[in-house]
């Protein structure tokens, strides 16, 4: 009756196991450590770097726990601060021997003092939010407004253009905020206008207006497309954010949107909010310039003169130099778009790039001119250009153009991603900022960790002694349970706030009602003199219609502020939910299996510690 096949005690002794193995890393607390990140847009870093800096580390007579290369950047990580700082000075002087001009972010940092073998498994700590490590929160306005009148604006050459070429006379095109108004001096003309832009400008809803003696057309964005463009700016921004946040060299920031025009930037570890806002606010321009090819440029390039007048010296992504044209032939205001594909033809890695009608005028008429030869598309950041690439004119282009040059998939993608987020798409504002200091979050820690420790000892001491051994059992399964929700969280990489930590020990509470509801129900058993295995039975079995109610409708709640929760109300209905599950599977089978192996294989079981059980016959009380 009580007894559990062997199966099941082999799921909760794996449960045990993988719980211990990914909670085990929250541990070991933080070893000081050194990142290294790409400093320029066009630098992208790969494991070729590891070996690199091994190499510099054992000149400088250094030796890191280990170093290792994942995602973007290097971390290498030392026994104490001090080895730290010269190995920070060491890589530094290494790898940019131009310091005015540094193509890599050597930041300091920290990493888990996990033992390799626990990483090899991908057991990893979770991450500390703001408040329990210390930084600067920012929370920032997009200018919607802007990001509709610059697509207006872009609309309103591509009107121009299009009447243009089909020879159709307009008396003006003006806008008017994020919409655009054509006049004609006649109705035939209008009409012939209308179906041309609806069918070329599908986004554009249109209006017959009279205006005096003209008549005029007046176009807006369709509620879609101005969503459209709205999801684009602020994606866009997001993008742009993570890029300039790389430099600070944070290991785990949290850029995110919160409702329809807000980005909530937190960055763990930086404590300078002068650098951090000088990062997140500065900008970034596209510029698309003729390369010379002239012998002069050709001897310059090689190192045997002057640069030409009118000319630039710039390094070609192959590290070779290359002379630009001063002029410029179009800017990144005139580019809408930049998507990675594939040519029709060679089925080789292109970027589709899509300019406005201003562009694709210029385009036209640079191309033209100058098929064969080359065109540097550059991008400045705080003054200084470099070269995303630079490839041969083979036609004359118009709004939609590609480029290519023996680019791989991964190229392609990482070009069309500079080229769409080199700098922000709609302006964006602080409107709230704050820094938390380091000391400050290690005293949260410490309450957090505090809190949930003392509950934990007050819940298990009143289990104990008010339901004796199953009191013990409850106590069991609820550390059980914290253990899955420490081990769900790492395995999840989730990032550990304030809130939190106020969630788990709000499941540790919910979590005991569970065990309070079957333990109760077993004593009822016993009063109404059921034989003490058919109690525990029954017990188990009328709770859990009562436990699944309750946990469901908790669930429903904290999937209710998970849906349209942001930012901490988020972080605490996470945790919430998931400790919801953890304690429906250690409150029900982890202590059932307990009690089974406690009690099931007492055949003749007269009487289980369970407290006092209260009879009603005379109210004589009776210890079972």
């Not at 690199?52 to 054992?58: D, G, S, Y």
């Not at 940092?109 to 090899?120: C, D, E, G, K, Y």
């Not at 400045?380 to 118009?398: C, D, H, Q, S």
């Not at 109610?549 to 996470?574: E, M, R, Y």
Request: hydrophobic content about 45%; some cysteine; aromatic content about 6%.
């Amino acid at each position: 009756m009580n007894r559990y096949p062997a199966w099941k005690y082999a799921l909760l002794v794996i449960a045990l196991l993988v719980g211990l193995v990914y909670t085990l890393p929250n541990f070991f607390g933080e070893a000081p450590a050194v990142q290294v990140s790409s400093g320029k847009a066009t630098l992208k870093l790969d494991s070729a770097i590891a070996p690199r800096v091994e190499q510099i580390l054992a000149q400088a007579g250094l030796k890191a726990d280990f170093v290792q290369f994942e995602g973007a950047s290097l971390k290498a990580r030392f026994a104490d601060l001090d080895a730290q700082r010269k190995a920070k000075d060491a890589i530094s002087a290494a790898l940019n021997p131009d310091p005015a001009d540094p193509g890599y972010i050597v930041a300091l940092n920290l990493l888990s003092r996990s033992p390799h073998w626990l990483t090899a498994l991908h057991a990893l700590p979770m991450f500390l939010g703001l408040d329990l490590r210390g930084g600067v929160y920012f929370l920032m306005q997009v200018d919607m407004k802007s990001a509709l009148t610059k697509r207006a604006e872009a609309l309103t050459g591509d009107i121009r253009t299009l009447l243009r070429d089909k020879n159709l006379r307009h008396a003006g095109i003006t806008r008017d905020g994020s919409g655009v108004e054509v006049r004609f001096r006649d109705r035939e003309t209008l009409a012939a206008a209308r179906s041309l832009l609806l069918d070329q400008l599908p986004d554009l809803q249109w209006l017959e207006a009279a205006d005096g003696s003209d008549f005029k057309l007046a176009g807006s964005l369709k509620p879609d497309a101005a969503r459209r463009v709205q999801e684009t700016a602020i994606t866009q921004n997001i993008t742009t954010l993570h890029n300039r946040v790389n430099e600070l060299g944070v290991a785990e920031p949290v850029i995110q949107q919160q409702g329809l025009d807000r980005v909530v930037v937190q960055l763990p570890g930086v404590q300078d909010t002068a650098k951090a806002k000088d990062i997140i606010g500065r900008t970034a321009t596209l510029e698309l310039r003729m390369v010379d090819s002239s012998a002069e440029a050709a001897a310059s390039a090689t190192g045997n003169g002057p640069v030409p007048f009118g000319t630039e010296r710039f390094t070609d992504r192959d590290g070779s130099p290359l002379i630009v044209k001063r002029q410029v032939v179009l800017t990144g205001d005139n580019l809408t778009d930049a998507q990675p594909g594939f040519d029709g033809q060679t089925h080789e890695p292109v970027v589709n790039l899509t300019v406005d009608a201003k562009g694709a005028r210029l385009m036209k008429d640079t191309s033209r001119d100058n098929v064969g030869k080359r065109m540097a598309i550059l991008l400045f950041e705080k003054g200084k250009g470099e070269v995303v690439t630079a490839p041969v004119i083979r036609g004359e282009l118009g709004s939609h153009f590609q480029i290519s040059g023996r680019m791989t998939t991964a190229e392609a993608n990482d070009t069309s991603l500079l080229l769409r987020a080199g700098s922000l798409a709609a302006p964006m504002d602080i409107i709230e900022e704050r820094t938390i200091g380091p000391s400050l979050g290690a005293e949260n820690i410490a309450k957090g960790f505090n809190s949930v420790l003392y509950g934990f000892a007050a819940i298990a001491l009143f289990m104990c002694v008010y339901y004796q051994l199953f009191g013990v059992i409850s106590t069991l399964a609820l550390g059980f349970n914290l253990l899955l929700l420490l081990a769900l969280l790492s395995m999840l990489q989730a990032t550990l706030s304030l809130p939190g930590i106020a969630a788990i020990a709000l499941t540790l509470g919910m979590a005991i009602d569970s065990n309070v509801l079957i333990n109760e129900r077993v004593r009822e058993e016993l009063r109404g003199g059921a034989a003490p295995q058919v109690a525990i039975n029954m017990g188990y079995e009328r709770a859990f219609a009562t436990i699944l109610d309750s946990n469901v409708t908790t669930l429903i709640a904290g999937l209710a502020l998970l849906t349209f929760g942001s930012g901490p109300i988020k972080g605490f209905a996470v945790v919430h939910c998931l400790g919801i599950l953890t304690s429906m599977f250690s409150s029900v089978v982890f202590s059932r299996g307990l009690v089974n192996l406690w009690y099931g294989r007492q055949k003749k079981l007269k009487s289980v510690s369970i407290g006092q059980v209260w009879k009603p016959q005379g109210d004589v009380p009776a210890k079972t």
